[in-house]
């Protein structure tokens, strides 16, 4: 866009105080701000006509486009006309001009220029800004004005400047900074996350440790008996250890009660499972202990798989804390090291060190035993141990971690020596998961887990995205070389530039190798959140500050960026994508907070979950129904929309389809739909506009649908059979089963057909001109209206309050499917009746809604992690900065898949019927390479 010519110097006022701010500069204006205030990250729509609304009324006005381009309407020009600083020029050639040096500048002279201005307003009446309330708008003065033009031009300036296209280059360069500081420090501080959960974590709440940078698994009866089959167990120590042998062993075996004299061994032995769990009463570090120990040392002997000992308050305390009795002590450790670190080569040893204790609360015969005293036993076992071996680590770890456990909890002790029952429980916990998880390999406890290996299929999707960088980047050096060759040369004697510009069209194999480039170095990081070793992963932990607080955020910001709509309709596209955005967004938070725990959330999350469904019936059955469209180019694009990424990240995650339940919902139900719609007779809007017996025929195909939903929702047999045909169940199949595919279809079977149904009646009321879907009209009369919206208030609150008071998760979900529907439409109405509601949409929710898939999606992997079950740490010690860092990565990386996939829709699903009909031949044989390779995998894990 080239700017207006620049007036001479004496166009600007040289007498104005204003004029010494500096000159100036046009050019973020003269560039072209966005026409719509649209939220930070702004989508750069270039298909926007010059006449288009721009949604932000009063300052700026309306103007030409030109106008609107430079940031400039019909009332920035009047006022400036007012002033005589405006000649024959208008408001293009104003801002053009500027003062004598406005030709270039630093960025800062619009803001100069305007505050210039509005110090030579004089307070008067004035329309207010829209973004301003109402009332301010009876009577403005030069303060009001001056906000409402600040708040359009500062939205404006933040949104030119900081576009999705900066923000992914923002996003790009935290990631690679972030990879290779996390390098780093892994490098420096070792792999290895047992030493971390053996030494290290915080309490995220009452009873929940969180070790530091991985995931502890909550360990149950099953799991635990199978991870100690055939396995033995022995603890050597004092009460302190009994303490810890009896919380291990509740794990096993919850009934098993703490009886019997204390002061001597104690042997627990489950059959079933051929687990045997000893205490060795040893309360001091002496000949005894060591002569325990040296019998394991023996070849001849069976030794323990697992053995845990520690001692020192019984030394402390028969002693008198004597420095003599420490010496002792160290003595003692040293002969035992050895033994120790040779048992360490076959079985897993674990040094217990001494839990502070709660001195006010010690009896009299044990005031001795000082936290003072303690550290000097601890520092001396740990000098000792670690330096048992001269050449290599030692292999005795160090459970150190009990110390920061005991240091919050002691002063709930009963004694001021022993710990409370939690406290210990967590400690039994660590234990089992320092074994067991490299075992079982549970998803949410990473902590002690080896990498997991590559799979053949993993291996082959690295070799074809690394080949599609390789062939992009060479594609890329030519079409380079090219558009060098054919750049303007300049006339050296003329002293102007030729005009051979070439410009070289896009070929679809660039964009092609384009797409398959960026979204292999995604897929990259996608591996390296949620299967490498390289970034954290934390626990969740609910709290509702942290579910409601962001959730009162997101709102603010939601109504911040209130736009006027391009159409009125009920559900129109902006609105449907507002709905979609705000929905996915508390989702997002419901996850990432763990408010599934809390069952009036979970209740009113299921809504959310059938609104979307909703909205998959209404605009599903009303495209094919106005539109009449069934052809196999439509279902293409529809299908491979929905499940393009969904394949890849199965490829490279590693997980099946199933587990990603939400698309495999939405892909059947579209296909339910188009099957019921585009079987004979095919019955559209135009064939029963001319026939009301078609409106007929159409209900009793719906009424069909509603009879096979209710014969598969409560013939599980029947469902399961259905889907576990070949290679269906390759699709549907979750740990072997398709139980979950069933559950999951089951719990909202009825939404997708009360959709369709909705979609059916609002257009044939539409189509007879029942409803008012004016601008800022009510949707019915006032009275029919009135009283809707009343209904719709108290449905939607009664609602709320059922699922507020829901007690048993079961019956909640029985009765789910059938009265979520009633939230929904109250919703519906209330969002549209009034006239004013329906005219406007949050810019905020509906940029989200149009990558909401996407959202959804890639959590499970860059947001959160352990395939949903944690938190991902990007920066470990401030989960608020974690979580700022995390959130923005996570949302351009969404962004930028939703263009990827667009993008290649475009090409491999193409309009022409004969070449569609070749690449669904390829995609075919692609899939059945698919199921070749994953029974490969499946035979090969077996």
């Given at each position: 866009m080239s700017l207006p010519p620049q007036p001479p110097a004496a166009a600007c006022d040289p007498v104005t105080p204003e004029g010494q701010l500096g000159p100036v500069t046009p050019e973020h204006w003269a560039s072209g701000p966005p026409s719509q205030a649209q939220p930070l990250l702004r989508q750069e729509d270039k298909g926007k006509e010059e006449g288009e609304e721009t949604g932000v009324q009063g300052a700026w006005g309306t103007g030409t486009a030109e106008q609107r381009r430079r940031g400039w309407g019909e009332a920035a020009e009047a006022a400036v006309a007012e002033e005589g600083q405006v000649e024959a020029g208008g408001a293009g050639a104003a801002v053009g001009s500027g003062c004598p040096a406005g030709g270039a500048g630093d960025g800062r002279g619009g803001w100069r220029w305007l505050l210039a201005w509005l110090r030579r307003q004089q307070p008067q009446c004035c329309p207010c800004a829209a973004p301003l309330p109402r009332l301010a708008a009876h009577c403005c003065h030069g303060g009001t004005k001056m906000a409402a033009l600040a708040y359009n031009l500062g939205k404006r300036e933040i949104n030119h400047y900081f576009s999705v296209r900066s923000a992914k280059v923002l996003a790009l360069v935290a990631v690679l900074l972030l990879a290779a500081c996390h390098f780093a420090s892994r490098r420096y501080r070792g792999s290895d996350s047992c030493e971390y959960l053996l030494s290290s974590g915080r309490f995220l709440g009452e009873k929940v440790w969180q070790p530091h940078s991985c995931m502890m698994h909550k360990y149950k009866i099953s799991e635990a008996k199978?991870?100690?089959?055939?396995?033995?167990?022995?603890?050597?120590?004092?009460?302190?250890?009994?303490?810890?042998?009896?919380?291990?062993?509740?794990?096993i075996n919850p009934q098993f009660k703490e009886e019997g004299n204390k002061h001597e061994n104690i042997p627990f032995e489950d059959k079933i499972a051929s687990v045997k769990v000893d205490f060795l009463w040893h309360p001091e570090v002496n000949g005894s202990m060591k002569q325990c120990i040296k019998v394991w040392t023996e070849d001849s002997v069976a030794k323990p798989h697992i053995i845990v000992a520690g001692a020192a308050t019984w030394s402390i305390k028969i002693h008198n804390g004597s420095s003599e009795a420490l010496a002792q002590y160290k003595m003692n450790v040293t002969s035992i090291a050895?033994?120790?670190?040779?048992?360490?080569?076959?079985?897993?040893?674990?040094?217990?060190?001494?839990?502070?204790?709660?001195?006010?609360?010690?009896?009299?015969?044990?005031?001795?035993?000082?936290?003072?005293?303690?550290?000097?036993?601890?520092?001396?076992?740990?000098?000792?141990?670690?330096?048992?071996?001269?050449?290599?680590?030692?292999?005795v770890k160090m459970f150190s971690v009990s110390k920061l456990i005991a240091q919050e909890t002691i002063m709930e002790s009963v004694d001021g020596l022993h710990l409370p029952e939690s406290s210990r429980e967590t400690s039994a916990m660590i234990l089992m998961n320092v074994y067991c998880n490299k075992i079982l390999k549970p998803i949410d406890g990473s902590c002690c887990q080896p990498l997991p290996p590559l799979t053949l299929m993993q291996k082959l999707a690295a070799c074809f995205f690394t080949l599609s960088i390789i062939g992009y980047l060479i594609f890329y050096i030519i079409h380079r070389n090219a558009h060098r060759k054919s750049k303007?040369?300049?006339?050296?004697?003329?002293?102007?530039?030729?005009?051979?510009?070439?410009?070289?069209?896009?070929s679809p194999l660039e964009i092609l190798l384009q797409s398959f480039c960026k979204l292999g170095l995604i897929m990259a990081y996608f591996y390296m959140c949620d299967r490498a070793n390289l970034f954290m992963k934390e626990n969740k932990f609910y709290t509702h500050s942290s579910f409601f607080i962001p959730i009162i955020y997101i709102l603010v910001l939601g109504v911040f960026y209130n736009e006027n709509t391009k159409e009125t309709k009920v559900l129109n596209r902006e609105q449907t994508d507002e709905w979609k955005g705000w929905m996915q967004l508390v989702i997002l938070i419901y996850h990432i907070s763990g408010a599934s725990t809390f069952l009036p959330v979970y209740m009113h999350i299921r809504v959310l979950v059938a609104a979307y469904l909703f909205q998959t019936g209404y605009g599903h059955f009303s495209y094919f129904w106005i539109k009449g469209d069934f052809g196999i180019y439509r279902v293409c694009q529809v299908l491979f929309r929905l499940n393009f990424l969904v394949v890849v990240l199965c490829i490279v995650m590693d997980r099946p389809y199933q587990f990603y339940y939400f698309v495999p919902l939405v892909t059947v139900w579209f296909m339910v739909i188009y099957v019921t719609l585009a079987l004979w007779p095919q019955i559209i809007q135009k064939k029963a506009n001319g026939n009301c017996f078609w409106h007929f025929g159409l209900l009793l195909k719906l009424a069909f649908l509603l009879f096979c939903i209710c014969f598969l929702a409560y013939s599980q047999g029947a469902f399961e059979k259905i889907f576990s045909l070949w290679p269906l169940s390759k699709c549907f199949e979750l740990r072997g089963n398709v139980y979950e595919w069933w559950f999951r279809w089951r719990l909202d079977r009825y939404v997708v057909f009360h959709g369709m149904l909705f979609a059916f009646i609002y257009l044939a009321l539409q189509k007879r001109q029942v409803l008012s879907e004016g601008k800022g009209e009510p949707l019915f009369s006032n009275r029919v209206s009135n009283f809707l919206l009343f209904f719709s208030v108290v449905s939607f609150l009664t609602y709320s309050i059922w699922a507020s008071s829901c007690k048993n998760k079961a019956k909640c979900n029985d009765l789910h499917p059938s009265v979520s529907v009633v939230q929904i439409l109250a919703f519906i109405l209330i969002r549209n009746i009034p006239g004013y509601a329906r005219s406007?949409?949050?810019?905020?929710?509906?940029?989200?809604?149009?990558?909401?898939?996407?959202?959804?999606?890639?959590?499970?992997?860059?947001?959160?992690a352990a395939d949903t079950r944690g938190i991902l740490v990007l920066i470990p010690g401030?989960?608020?900065?974690?979580?700022?860092?995390?959130?923005?990565?996570f949302v351009c990386v969404a962004h930028e898949i939703s263009q990827i996939t667009n993008n290649l829709a475009q090409i491999i699903i193409p309009k022409d019927n004969s070449s569609l009909l070749k690449r669904l031949a390829c995609i075919a044989v692609f899939f059945c390479g698919l199921l070749i390779l994953s029974s490969i995998q499946e035979k090969s894990r077996q």
């Open positions: 199978s991870c100690l089959i055939d396995k033995h167990i022995a603890f050597i120590g004092d009460s302190r250890i009994r303490q810890l042998f009896y919380s291990f062993v509740k794990i050895p033994l120790l670190e040779k048992l360490a080569k076959t079985s897993d040893v674990y040094w217990v060190l001494q839990d502070p204790v709660y001195e006010d609360l010690l009896s009299e015969n044990r005031k001795m035993i000082t936290n003072e005293k303690i550290d000097a036993y601890n520092e001396a076992a740990v000098s000792i141990l670690n330096s048992s071996t001269r050449n290599s680590k030692s292999n303007p040369c300049t006339d050296l004697e003329g002293g102007e530039e030729k005009k051979n510009i070439i410009n070289i069209p896009v406007v949409y949050s810019s905020f929710f509906a940029w989200f809604g149009k990558i909401s898939l996407e959202l959804f999606i890639c959590q499970y992997h860059i947001w959160l401030n989960p608020m900065v974690n979580i700022i860092v995390s959130t923005f990565i």
